[in-house]
Each structure stands twice: as C-alpha cells, then as structure tokens.
C-alpha cells in the first residue's frame, strides 16, 4: 500500500454543497484481512449514488458498514464518518446502531434477509412503526397498509396477514422497500436491489424504488453490477475493485469517457446484459489474502507496464479521481 496516499479519497463532485454522508479512508477488516480498504465516499441530500463494480469487490461489505450490520468480527475503522453532520465515530455502539437504524434504511438483494419468514407482514410493520414512534394498534395499521399501497401493493389490508413465502418476488420486494421506508431514513442503501427477480420486473422494481426516494427526499445508495441500471438512475457513480475505489465521478461523464482500464472493462462487458463475468477482462477479483504489492488490477489489466506491479497507484484528482498510472485520457495522465 502507498503510504502517500491522501486519506481524503472521496466521491467528491461538488464540496461546497452540504452533504448527509461524509467517508473517509473507511475500512472494514476480518482479522488482518481489509476487504475494504479505505474507502471515501461522500452523498447529498437526495441524491442518487451508485457503487458498482464485480462480485467480490466489497460492495456489501461497504454497504453492511454504513449501516451499522456487519457480521462479527468484521471490524470498521475510517478518519471520517459523518451523517447529517454528526461524527459517528464518537458516537458509542448502541448510539450509532440507533441513528443508523432509523435514520439509514438498507434493502437486500434477497427479501428474506429484511423479511422474517416466520411473521406476517402486518405483524413486522407493526414492529418497526412502534419503534419509530406510531403509537396505537390502529395508527400502526392505517401506516402499514400507506406504506403498502405507495409502494404498489393491491388490497394492502389483506397483505398484512400474508408471509413472505405466499407472496411473489416483486411483490416480497415492493414489501422489503415499504418497510425500510417505515421509519423515514434518511438515507437508503440498495444492494442489487433487482437481481434475484424476473428482468421483467426489474423495471418496474427500479422505478418505483427511485420514485419513493424522490418522494421521500431521501439519499439512495444504489448497489449494483448493472450498469445499464446505473446510468440512468444515479447522478453519480463510484467504482470499486478489490475493496478499494479505483474511478468515481459524475454521470454520464463517467461511463461516457471512463479513465480506469476496469471502469472501461464494465462498460465494454454492457452488451452481455445479465452476464457478471468480464469479458473484456480475463480472471476475476483478487481474494483479500491474494492481492500484490502493486496495481490490483494489475494481473488482468490491458494497460499494464512494469510499474504498476510494485507500485500502488493512489487515488487521486478533485471532480473525476482515477487510481492508475495509465489512465484512458492523456490530457491529465500522470
Ligand atoms: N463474513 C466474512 N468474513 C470474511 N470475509 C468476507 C466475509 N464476507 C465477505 N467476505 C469477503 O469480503 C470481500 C468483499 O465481499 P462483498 O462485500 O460481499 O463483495 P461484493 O458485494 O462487491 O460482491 C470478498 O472477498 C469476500 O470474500
Ligand atoms: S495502474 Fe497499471 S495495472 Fe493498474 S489499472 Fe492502471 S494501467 Fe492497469
Ligand atoms: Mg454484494
């Protein structure tokens, strides 16, 4: 690793505007293992980000970090976690569990991890409104079956006594969103929100996904390997290879002329649409345990020289940052 490297390594667009989330240099360790390695990541009001890269990279590790669900033992470390302008960090554990309970909301790629099998639908509504503060069985209800009906769900009363198991994947996801938008977060993170369901549905899943965000004013984390999802859902987009954020930038500038060789690889993997492995790329994301001293990237890089096999390159630059030494563009290479 480069001892050089600037700790503020972040999605920066645009600093001046205030912002919900603030990370800086986040790691997230299992033992001495970083499956994520520093990451910097900075979202506004409302605002649309996406984290994208393969399977492997650390997208969930990320995202189960920010909302305080990381499995033990992983360990989270960073210079910088600010939410709303208040240093998480400082915070003690069941203060931070409790802010980033109900203040960020975090949906799954499957909807049997957010809902319980075991319980109706009405009865887990009925939990989450009582701990954001509805009181009153009734007032509990009359919520469960809003949030329901906005999220597209037909005949909300009588879905409050159905299981997950009796209803459909789209219909199990439009009730994982209603839920986490129960208790108002701020900020949403969705991790491959779509990818278990019928492409069909995918769609319909997105739209009404970026539809309750709008409505809710809310941030929206927004995971995926699509990028075809990606680029027409979040105004900006950070790019994660081996734990660490190799490109980030706004869109469409960033996937019109990407700088990264493997943002580059992503896009050029686009007419596969479904299909996660790279192409243009051959072999896969380094385990944690297998990464060189150099580039990451290096192993499989089309670009690669000499250099960047002992040699890690920082991420660096303030709108566009890129992490290479021979990035796509001349005009700024270093
Ligand atoms: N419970 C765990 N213990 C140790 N390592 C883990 C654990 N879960 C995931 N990892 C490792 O963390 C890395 C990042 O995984 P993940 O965040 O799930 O990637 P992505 O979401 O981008 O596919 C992977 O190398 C994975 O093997
Ligand atoms: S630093 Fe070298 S190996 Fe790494 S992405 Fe850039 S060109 Fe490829
Ligand atoms: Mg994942």
């Known amino acids: 690793m480069n001892a050089r490297e600037p700790i503020v390594a972040a999605a920066h667009a645009e600093p001046a505007a205030r912002a919900l989330l603030e990370v800086d240099a986040l790691s997230v360790r299992f033992g001495d293992v ?20 393969e399977s492997g990279s650390g997208k969930t590790m990320t995202a189960l970090a920010l909302a305080d669900l990381l499995p033990p033992p992983g360990r989270v470390d960073a210079a910088r976690l600010e939410f709303d302008g208040r240093d998480l960090l400082a915070l003690a554990p069941a203060a931070r569990r409790a802010l980033a309970g109900g203040d ?62 009796q209803l459909s994947g789209g219909m199990c996801q439009r009730a994982m969103l209603a839920l986490a938008l129960a208790r108002r977060p701020r900020l949403l993170i969705a991790d491959e929100p779509t990818t278990a369901l019928d492409v069909t549905i995918q769609a319909q899943i997105v739209e009404l996904l970026l539809q309750l ?59 596969q649409h479904g299909d996660s492995t790279l192409r243009a790329l051959p072999g896969n994301v380094p385990a944690p345990q297998a990464r060189g001293r150099g580039c990451r990237l290096a192993p499989r890089c089309p670009r690669v020289q000499p250099r960047c096999r002992i040699e890690h390159p920082a991420l660096l630059g303030d709108a566009h940052p890129v992490r290479c030494f021979f990035p796509l563009s001349t005009e700024s290479a270093r």
């Open 213 to 271: 965000q709008r409505d809710a004013g809310m941030a929206l984390l927004l995971i995926s390997h699509d990028l075809a999802l990606v680029a027409e859902a979040a105004q900006r987009a950070a790019v994660m290879y081996a734990g660490e954020i190799v490109e980030c930038g706004a869109l469409p500038r960033l996937f019109d002329a990407p700088r990264h060789p493997y943002t580059a690889a992503l896009l050029a993997a686009l007419p």
């Open 104 to 165: 960020i909301a975090m949906i799954f790629q499957d909807p049997a991890s957010s809902l319980n099998p075991c319980f109706t639908l009405g009865w887990q509504f009925g939990e989450v409104l009582r701990l954001a503060g509805v009181r009153g069985r009734a007032a509990r209800r009359a919520a469960a079956c809003e949030l329901l009906a906005r999220a597209g769900i037909a005949d909300p009363a009588a879905r409050l006594h159905a299981y997950a198991h």
């Open 34 to 53: 970083a499956v994520v390695d520093r990451v910097g990541l900075r979202l506004r009001r409302g605002e649309v980000l996406a984290l994208v890269g």
